[in-house]
């Protein structure tokens, strides 16, 4: 701790444009910078529940949202460990409460997975894992939650409950009769079986208990989101971990993402500002409106930003529609409304920054793309709550957007390929998305500009432009 | 519904910076702009619990939450109305379940506040009613629900379970003795009455139950939010709502709001921009370490906005601190870096339609008010999660801030005071927010404009520039 009065200069970062103390020419270990340090400790959470209860289901998805909000997560599934280690599923039989070589085989799967959550924890900069595994004993709880301990972890269990057939009924026809373990099987040896695999846990579940477990952290969802319970939520990541698990829902619904039609700045191949739409874009929004009348959405709702040309888009469809100011396209900064040719004129070194890391860097007296993941979170939030929606938005916003359904990395997410006049149908199927690209037949400027190859702040005007598409 | 291909023209809203259509010359009503339409139809919010559970605190510090973030949220306290019915209260005996004159008084205060609730909810434009009162029966509760489906209104029920009797002891303490009922009694008489008066409740209290109440939405909250249970949340505004009862807290603590050491540019005159301190900014960061320091706060975080100023204030306390981009200063778009009277000399239609509606009022370009809070939300949410905070930021975002604290409306929000080098210690006490001013004494340039008489867009110079504090 620095001696009062001994404040450091400070240097601005010319990535990302923050300020940083900067100690004998070095820059000293910056503060946290993403908002709140969003954890301390590690966090470990424990899924519990039944076969078929959503465990992977919640697992994976927490872990995409995890990760596009910027907190390094990683699931361990044990069931996957199983597989690695016995190359070829038999039957229920394995799970038997008494098959002695079954059950030595599954600790062995579960330490082995503790293991790895370690190394993910303590060496490799993970902040939160997620236990998969159905930890239906408090036994097994117990001994999860002193591993916990003994490497300095926060322990959060996720416990999914639900006693309706149909719903078990379903998630077995959803994602059981696809594994690998039942790969040579038909559909009803398949459900057969794994109803009785269900059998071997229930004698020995114990749920979580509000009076036996009442010092634990937990929320227990019930029914599939009907109610919850939530015990000892610890700190701040806890808590956002326990809004999203209540925000999300299973009922089928599908996403439309598109960008607004084409503008008159994308025409002259101009970045950002607030303009209206060409005659092709106007064109693509009465498309757009056929498109959307045509695929007979129950109750969709249509969102956009509060830029001219998402709003004109709109129009079109004649329907109510909301502004999200959230929704607008990431801001340029000083280099709004110019052309690639300008920023390569006026600020060469800006334009092979941004080459060099796109997802981070910000536009002087503008955004990244990380700015832009924090401010549409909320977005996130309310897009998991609803069913059908339709996004009109722009094409950094769209990528963001896209990056969560989709599950890319930050690298990958500046160069999702959102072309104009183009509607991305997402619809959520299993443990992921799956994408219906729909191209409106209305021709449109290319405004995708890949990653050169030369990315060296000393490169040339023309390796730096050759990646830029045409324009008038 | 206008027909496909219909798009009405768009005209931008010149206070808002808003886009919104424009039918035969006039604006056709515009869509919900404010991000997400919380509310579709109105809420009303049921309290439950024996008295002194904290039910009028919850109320009191939602609808305070809930005005803020500008859904129209007004409280209705059941007790008031029986207080302003029954002019002096004399004992407990009021209370008790067999008297029958204070029963008759009792149901008619509650009906009063019901048809006030409607006249809010149905001919006032409110969104969200909170109906504080033990509503400790079933049979008052389904009275309530009734009422509220017959109005089109959705209920939620948020009640507070607590037999800590350190924590009932706590709050009769902090807010009952002071109570207009207790107003010619002895500490040890009020206690003593109060909770003979609890005694009255306890046998009739029906509390929501996981079955006999599956059907109602409902948060219930237990031992000052060590767990919840969550029932059927419905909407948007209901799962914000979920949300923030979860983060807050009553742990004793105090939250320092001040803003950065004086800058180049204020010093200039000059709003926005990124400068740095001037050699006084400099002394009252000094000034501020020492005053920290003297103030012994137990394990204080300390956060900044992304600007240069705030965080060389930092610096000179020499402890971590965490940069929040969401903290910085509203961005003045067009104007950034201008001096009023450059403001009035180049943009004198704006420069009158800021002072015309300062809440609302967005800069070219740039941001309101309105948009500042939006995005403060998750500063707000945080600061209800954490103990002893520092925040360090700017003249808007503290006023932001500061209007959460003390429940102060939109219309005063843009002019609440707080001038540079002064620190504002808030800490929480009985139903609200108590406020020290601490000047640390060093001299800095005022940069607080009043609102001019003249906000007309005809106004001569001197009418718009009458205010303007003075600078180099």
Known sequence: MAAAGAARELTQNPLQKTWEPY????????????????????????????????????????????????????????????????????????????????LKIRKQCALTALNDVRQYLSEENGHVAVFDATNTTRERRETIYKFGEENGYKTFFVESVCVDPEVIAANIVQVKLGSPDYV????????????????????????????????????????????????????????????????????????????????????????????????????????????????????????????KRTIQTAEALGVPYEQWKVLNEIDAGVCEEMTYEEIQENYPLEFALRDQDKYRYRYPKGESYEDLVQRLEPVIMELERQENVLVICHQ?????????????????????????????????VAYGCKVESIFL??????????KPENVGVDRSREEALRTVPNHL
């Open 396 to 428: 950094a916003v769209m990528r963001c957007l896209l990056a969560y359904f989709l599950d890319k990395p930050a690298e990958q997410l500046p160069y999702l390929k959102c072309p104009l006049h183009t509607v991305l149908k997402l619809t959520p």
């Open 184 to 307: 040579d099987c038909s559909n009803d040896e398949a459900t057969e079986d794994f109803m009785k695999r269900i059998e071997c846990y229930k004698n020995s579940y114990e749920t979580l208990d509000e009076t036996l477990d009442k010092d634990l952290s937990y929320i227990k969802i019930m029914d599939v989101g009907r109610s919850y319970l939530v015990n000892r939520v610890m700190d701040h990541i806890q808590s956002r971990i326990v809004y999203y698990l209540m925000n999300i829902h299973v009922t089928p619904r599908s996403i439309y993402l598109c960008r607004h039609g084409e503008s008159e700045l994308n025409l002259k191949g101009r970045i950002g500002g607030d303009p209206g739409l060409s005659v092709r874009g106007k064109e693509f929004a009465k498309s757009l409106a056929q498109f959307i009348n045509e695929q007979n959405i129950k109750d969709l709702k249509v969102w956009t930003s509060q830029m």
């Open 441 to 450: 037949n209305v021709e449109a400027v290319n405004t995708h500009r890949d």
């Open 23 to 102: 100690d004998n020419g070095l820059p000293a270990g910056h503060s946290a910078q993403r908002g709140v340090c969003m954890t301390n400790c590690p966090t470990l959470i424990v899924m519990v529940g039944l076969p078929a209860r959503g465990k992977t289901y919640i697992s994976k998805k927490l872990t995409r949202y995890l990760n596009w909000i910027g907190v390094p997560t990683k699931e361990f599934n044990v069931g996957q460990y199983r597989r690695d280690l016995v190359k070829k599923y038999k039957s229920f039989e394995f799970f038997l409460p008494d098959n002695e070589e079954g």
